[in-house]
């Protein structure tokens, strides 16, 4: 049961983040915002490591950082290239499907399947999501896959929600080789190293971008702190697909965020469907 509420603290955190990202990037560029994030985390989680002392690190832990490492700046890249060229009504929804990737890609790779009851949870997660970010209409239900025979955005999507599947699996084969907070710290350290170079060529006075936002960014790195931080311990407890999929719940945080302090009212009526259909998956894999 713990694994769960670390797996839903985790789904909060990312709400959380995801919410003050979008403020900060009406004045910071991708980049930026993508190097903060990170750097922030790794500067709050050195210390602890530090204190903690270092892990061995075995030839199975430096596969699994290079592999994941890789594929998560490919991710990254993907993602605001997905954003940039389509709209986020269309292509944000494909991302609801890497839990059901993860049906695939984790019994292959950690041996790991879920039960018929968290299988039952999972869809229905994946389901909810999915129906809280589609507009009203006719026909409105299958934009996001019509869209991928036309747009670039939506097949960068697509693929993006593949390749997660693939490094949640890595992370838990990281934490299992070490500790939950040295593969978190490792790992987005060396994805820092790698958005360096990339943001002083893609951004315009970085440093400059970075004073101007410097509370907000300071909140986004703390909050994806305690999601990786909580994601981690997680893995250690429940399966990965559900880890995966109570995390894709966070889509129902930043609507009622949206709701109350935002004020963004459209098509609530879908939205609040799906967050029940979520509540109730959520109940379903606590069961399991």
Not at 79 to 101: C, E, G, N
Not at 233 to 262: E, N
Not at 264 to 288: D, K, P, Q
């Amino acid at each position: 049961m713990l694994g769960f509420f670390l797996a839903l603290g985790a789904a909060l955190s990312e709400s959380l983040k995801d919410v003050i990202s979008k403020y900060n990037l009406y004045h910071i560029d991708e980049y930026v915002a993508a190097f903060s994030m990170h750097l922030v985390q790794t500067l709050l989680l050195l210390p602890i490591i530090l204190w903690l002392g270092f892990e061995t690190i075995t030839l199975r832990f430096l596969w699994a950082l290079l592999a994941c490492t890789i594929l998560q700046l490919w991710v990254i890249l993907m993602y605001l290239k997905a954003i940039k060229r389509s709209q986020i009504s269309v292509v944000v929804p494909l991302i609801t499907l890497t839990p059901l990737f993860m049906l695939f890609t984790s019994p292959i790779m950690i041996g790991q399947f879920p039960t018929i009851i968290g299988l039952l949870g999972i869809v229905m997660i994946v389901a909810g999501t999915y129906i809280s970010n589609i507009s009203s209409g006719p026909g409105n239900l299958l934009t996001p896959f019509k869209a991928l025979y036309n747009n670039q955005g939506a097949r960068y999507m697509l693929l993006v929600a593949f390749i997660w599947s693939i490094t949640s699996n890595l992370d838990k084969i990281g934490v299992d080789e070490s500790s939950p907070l040295f593969w978190a710290f490792v790992k987005d350290g060396v994805i820092l190293i790698y958005l360096l170079p990339i943001m002083l060529v893609k951004s315009k006075n970085p440093v400059a971008q970075m004073r101007k936002r410097m509370g907000p960014l300071l909140l986004v790195g703390f909050f994806r702190f305690t999601s990786v931080v909580a994601h981690m311990y997680a893995l250690q407890l429940i399966l990965v697909p559900y880890i995966i999929a109570i995390k894709r719940s966070s889509t129902a945080f930043v609507i009622l965020i949206a709701f109350f302090y935002m004020k963004e009212r459209i098509n609530f009526r879908n939205r609040m469907i799906g967050i029940i259909i979520i509540l109730v998956g959520l109940l379903v894999i606590a069961v399991s």
